[in-house]
């Protein structure tokens, strides 16, 4: 991976051989997002023959992330888990969607893709709704994320209205 001036940290993610099919489904997902190479090994690893994808690398949601086809030794976990924020519940449906298709379900707005890889879904509403200046309107509508595995906004606008 080529380091930007914008972006000089970037991810890299671990997977048993799938590297690329997971950064297609990936930049399927988001806007501003594309597979910007496909490094093909140049020899025999201990993950892989010569010609074999060792590394993908790919930009989501105009940020740059690496998918390294590195073999089984290190599944994902949910000790790291990325957040996407929603404008509407129509995206968070739609994301929740592709991500359970061969993921699971967790709770609070987490979902686990069919990789392992966890994610957030989380819509801007419920941000702000935390945030709300009023402490009981705030710690309502935490009290109902708390009860929910999808979030779903208008519940949630409802809890903090009381």
């Known amino acids: 991976m080529t380091p930007t001036k914008s972006q000089k940290v970037v991810p890299c993610l671990w997977f048993d051989g799938d590297a690329e ?5 990936y930049v399927s997902l988001l806007p501003d997002s594309r597979i910007d190479r ?3 090994s140049p020899a ?9 994808v060792l590394t993908v690398e790919f930009t989501l949601a ?3 992330y690496m998918g390294l086809n590195g073999g ?3 599944p994902f976990t949910e000790a790291v888990s990325f957040q996407i924020y929603c404008d509407d519940q129509s995206e968070v449906d739609r994301l929740w969607a592709a991500l359970a298709d061969g993921g699971s379900e967790v709770a609070c707005g987490w979902i686990k893709d069919r990789w392992g890889l966890s994610w957030q879904i989380v819509p801007t509403r419920l941000i702000e709704l935390l945030n709300d200046p009023d402490p009981d309107r705030a710690r309502r509508a935490q009290e109902a994320m708390m009860k929910m595995v999808k979030i779903d906004i208008s519940e949630i606008e409802q809890a903090a209205n009381g």
């Open 21 to 25: 099919e997971a950064a297609q489904f």
């Open 38 to 40: 496909v490094l093909k």
């Open 44 to 52: 025999d690893t201990p993950s892989g023959p010569a010609g074999m």
């Open 62 to 64: 105009g940020a740059k």
């Open 72 to 74: 089984p030794q290190f």
